[in-house]
């Protein structure tokens, strides 16, 4: 279990030597900034030697910085202003290949998701929404865009299913008034963490409906409401949220889906492609051009 690595040093000052309350207090005071340094860095600006941020690590039960260094990012995520999100990007590409910089980071939030997401939960997700009466979708903010992608595609294989959207939680709960223990309700949501997302999941399980939470860790506060969790990385850079490795675990999530109904899918498709070529949806290509 993930916990709240700086209630944890603050719980823990009194505990510490003269030299790890030096670390501490610049930790809470300017998590920020902490969360991106090495040991060598953050020994420099506390005024320690780095032995002693190392010390200062072991004490809070870690085995080495880097684990430490791995937990505050994660706990400091939620906490970010975008203010401090704009000094953090930073930080993280700075100057040079900014392309390839980005694309870097989003290739290792995908390989590092490959673990995160739990199997058993990822199986009962498909199951819960193959067999659900009723889809709801909610995602707020930047993961609206995550929510509309996952309500498109499966619009095409259920009937069922819905995009909740509205400028509060009050009046997105209206949209679920009947929601019960055979629907399902999926909740996208990443740091900074939308509270009408979370307000809306809870209402839902308070009538029974099955909840699944696409986040990023145990910290999500969709992840404690939730009946299955699927994690995945999601990087801050700079005031812009990456989104790729989300995306990658919707798309998964979406084709496991459509295995389990090989049928309904060549149906609906079929279906779909006959509409498209009556009212030219798609661009033909070189006939199109011939044409003009």
């Given at each position: 279990m993930e916990k709240d690595i700086l209630k944890e040093i603050s719980n823990r000052m009194p505990l510490f030597s003269k030299g790890q309350r030096?670390?501490?207090k610049f930790i809470l005071g300017h998590y920020d900034e902490a969360a991106y340094m090495n040991a060598s860095m953050l020994g420099s600006v506390t005024g320690v030697s780095e032995s002693?941020?190392?010390r200062f690590a072991t004490a809070l039960g870690f085995q080495g910085y880097p684990d430490f260094l791995r937990e505050l990012n994660e706990t400091v995520k939620s906490k970010l202003t975008s203010v401090q999100r704009v000094g953090v990007g930073s930080m993280m590409v700075g100057e040079g290949d900014v392309v390839k910089k980005v694309m870097r980071l989003d290739a290792d939030c995908v390989n590092k998701s490959i673990s995160l997401v739990d199997r058993e939960d990822f199986s009962n997700a498909v199951v819960s929404i193959s067999k659900a009466n009723h889809i709801y979708i909610i995602g707020a903010r930047s993961s609206s865009a995550l929510a509309v992608f996952l309500n498109y595609y499966l619009s095409m294989m259920f009937k069922n299913v819905k995009l909740l959207m509205g400028a509060s939680s009050g009046e997105i709960i209206e949209q679920i008034h009947a929601i019960d223990e055979e629907d399902v309700i999926i909740g996208i949501s990443f740091p900074r963490y939308s509270s009408i997302t979370v307000k809306v999941l809870e209402y839902a399980k308070r009538k029974n409906a099955k909840a699944i939470a696409i986040?990023?860790?145990?910290l999500s506060p969709i992840s404690r409401i939730s009946d299955y969790k699927l994690y995945s990385k999601?990087?801050?850079?700079?005031?812009v949220d990456s989104l790729v490795s989300p995306l990658s675990v919707i798309n998964a999530l979406l084709l496991a889906i459509g295995i389990r109904h090989p049928k309904k899918l060549n149906k609906t498709f079929s279906e779909l492609e006959e509409l498209w070529e009556e009212h030219e949806v798609y661009n033909r290509g070189k006939e199109a051009v011939d044409e003009s």
């Open positions: 030096k670390i501490a002693t941020v190392v986040t990023d860790s145990e999601c990087e801050i850079m700079s005031f």
